[in-house]
């Protein structure tokens, strides 16, 4: 149990353009999901914190109207990123909290390489 | 969150325990020690988490010191699968803005050789 998935797991596209990456619980329900950034050979930084039904919570320094989170159902959260350059050029991740039960878990999707052209 | 300190790099031999430190001299009565790993390329996988007792799981065993300042993930018998960054965080599980967030340092790099 506790599987998450991403799709794409990968995406090239040209600067300029928009794209987006699917986040999905697969067999648990996740009030909050959140979205990491990795560059290589570097750690993981969280971007935001997405909350079933309302609006993400941005970290400092990441531009909310660049990335655009949507966290629509509770099995369901998407990142756009927009107008991508390449410095967007990175390796997005995400991960899924599940709660409940004395449970407080995050699992993480297997990410999503983008490369901007 | 509390930060943690890891060695950077760590080597072991095929099948013998593989013994990661973390240090965590200003963690708080309610926070919790976790650890993740991370294979090349993938998302990181949950191990295992305690607060204050020794937790063991299928995967490894987590000693945790009696003033809570440092711990240590054993792998009793590591294989070359293992080879991966393994991440130590302290994370509160009480609520607040803080809730959920995991900060990740720059973690230990295992190598697992034959």
């Known amino acids: 149990g506790a599987v998450v998935s991403q799709h794409p797991s990968w995406v090239i596209c040209k600067s300029g353009t928009s794209v987006k990456i699917e986040c999905r619980s697969l067999?648990?329900?996740?009030?909050?999901m959140f979205w990491y950034r990795q560059f290589p050979k570097q750690s993981l930084m969280l971007m935001a914190t997405s909350n079933e039904g309302s609006k993400a919570t941005y970290e400092q320094g990441v531009e909310k109207d660049k990335f655009l989170i949507n966290h629509a159902s509770l099995t369901l959260s998407t990142l756009t990123v927009t107008s991508a350059h390449p410095e967007d050029s990175s390796f997005y991740i995400c991960?899924?909290?599940?709660?409940?039960?004395?449970?407080?878990?995050?699992?993480f999707g297997p990410g999503t390489r983008l490369t901007v052209l | 969150d509390a930060k943690t300190t890891q060695p950077p790099s760590m080597d072991c031999a095929e099948g013998r325990a593989a013994n990661l430190p973390c240090n965590h001299s200003t963690i708080s009565g309610n926070e919790y020690v976790y650890w993740y790993r991370q294979i090349h390329s993938q998302g990181p996988q949950y191990i295992i988490h305690g607060l204050k007792n020794n937790e063991t799981n299928e995967m490894a065993s987590l000693i945790i010191t009696e003033d809570r300042k440092s711990s240590t993930l054993i792998l009793p018998h590591a294989t070359l699968r293992d080879t991966a960054v393994y991440y130590c965080i302290v994370r509160s599980n009480a609520g607040g803005t803080s809730y959920g967030k995991l900060t990740f340092g720059q973690g230990t790099i295992l190598t697992v050789h034959p």
């Open positions: 991960s899924a909290s599940r709660t409940g039960g004395g449970y407080n878990e995050q699992f």
């Open positions: 067999d648990f329900q996740a009030t909050t």
